[in-house]
């Protein structure tokens, strides 16, 4: 009877440390800290960048502006709000709705087109061409060339009815993609610019431009083509070769599209994009008149985003702060397969700056919570990278998850839900 008892009190006095011992090594398992990579100091008041300087020049246009691809910042402007006719701008999007169609399996590059009567080059007699002929069988692809080598207006109407069945509600599809990408003084009425009431901005046709880029870079492999053959002159019965209408892909190196206009009520337009090194400009200029100086309208058009080119290239520079797929932290994953789960950017981070000013950009991660449950999906948004120089914010990059963490097994599960327990308790996450 005695030792029994000797025996329960000795099980009772080492419940007590047992259990201190189980909770110590509980809250040294929830103590492994969130590993962040971190420079520099946050900016205690993040605004918008500093205000590039001033372009020691001014274009004689009506609008323009210069915007750097990557992070969409505008770089200098004039009277870039304005509304005006876009000519041919308008084939951008005509183009952007072509390249979707082919992404979505809904046309294909290689898919003979029918032309209509409704597309045949005689209803446009002394305007843009690809000379397409009723009944011709054309490929998508040489339309493609048709549209961005030719600027040819037969080529949009052949493209239109192929994708919406009928002209108006291509038109009707180019409104509703220009309201789906939040362009506001964006309005068409034809597929090919030719009607003075299509119009745009300096501004959105910048940001009509970066879209298109950005969601189909191939298309710059058709915009940088500098001559086409389709067709037979009937005079010489040789192959009909015509040159692209954007003088920069033979006056600027590093340019490499996009797209001209010119009505007389628009005057001379232009969209261009240069890439050199990390960096791409769009430069837009539109009413450009008939002559300025000594210059045809058409050659100023290219000097003035020349012009713009030069400026922007020379003063500011893409810095990357963190290398693509750079895991940035990591998050603590209870009840799952792994203890914890790699953090990276959801895109590229870069950011644009003065030239000089490169070595001073410093960056944060902040998470959004301490950790994570299992099981964790690749992509999961879990924190912010907030990029900055000289206490003014320069961008916020999405951070998530760099991996799949399948559930964990049994007993972890049942160890993970104790530690959770724990981890509520002394408020350790959200």
């Not at 040819?152 to 599809?173: H, K, L, P, Q, R």
Request: with cysteine.
């Amino acid at each position: 009877m005695r030792s029994f008892t000797f025996r329960n009190m000795a099980s009772g006095s080492l419940r007590v440390p047992a259990l201190v011992m189980a909770g110590a090594l509980i809250l040294l398992s929830l103590a492994s800290p969130v590993a962040l990579a971190e420079t520099g100091t946050a900016p205690t008041n993040p605004a918008a960048p500093t205000n590039p300087p001033a372009p020691p020049f001014t274009l004689q246009v009506k609008s323009a502006i210069l915007m750097d691809a990557g992070t969409g910042q505008v770089l200098m402007e004039q009277n870039a709000d304005v509304p005006l006719p876009t000519a041919s701008l308008t084939k951008v999007m005509t183009l952007r709705l072509a390249f979707k169609a082919i992404h979505s399996g809904k046309i294909s590059l290689d898919q003979e087109v029918v032309v209509s009567p409704n597309a045949w080059a005689g209803r446009w007699p002394g305007s843009s061409l690809m000379f397409l002929n009723a009944g011709d069988r054309v490929k998508v692809r040489d339309l493609l060339y048709g549209i961005t080598v030719d600027s040819g207006n037969d080529a949009c109407i052949a493209v239109a009815e192929t994708i919406a069945g009928s002209v108006d509600a291509f038109v009707a599809e180019m409104n509703q993609e220009a309201k789906a990408l939040g362009l506001q003084t964006a309005h068409f009425e034809d597929p090919h610019g030719l009607s003075p009431n299509d119009q745009i901005s300096a501004r959105e046709m910048a940001m009509l431009a970066q879209k298109y880029i950005h969601e189909f870079p191939e298309a710059l492999d058709y915009h940088k083509t500098k001559e086409f053959s389709y067709g037979t002159d009937i005079t010489t019965g040789k192959p009909i070769t015509q040159q692209n209408r954007n003088g920069l892909l033979w006056s600027y190196p590093d340019a490499d599209g996009l797209k001209t206009g010119h009505t007389s009520e628009a005057g001379f337009n232009l969209v261009g994009t240069a890439k050199r090194g990390d960096m791409r400009l769009i430069g837009v200029v539109l009413g450009t008149p008939e002559r300025v100086g000594n210059l045809t309208g058409e050659a100023y058009r290219e000097q003035a985003v020349a012009s713009m080119f030069n400026w922007g290239f020379a003063n500011f520079a893409v810095v990357q702060p963190v290398a693509e797929g750079t895991r940035v932290g990591q998050l603590p994953v209870y009840k799952g397969s792994k203890r914890q789960v790699g953090v990276t950017p959801s895109e590229p981070v870069a950011v644009l700056v003065q030239k000089g000013q490169e070595k001073d950009v410093t960056t944060q991660v902040t998470m959004d919570k301490r950790y994570l449950v299992g099981p964790v999906a690749r992509g999961q948004k879990v924190g912010t990278l907030l990029v900055a120089s000289g206490g003014k914010e320069l961008g916020r990059f999405d951070l998530v998850t760099a991996e799949d963490v399948s559930r964990g097994g049994f007993f972890r599960n049942i160890w993970d839900s104790v530690r959770l327990l724990f981890a509520r308790l002394f408020r350790r996450g959200k």
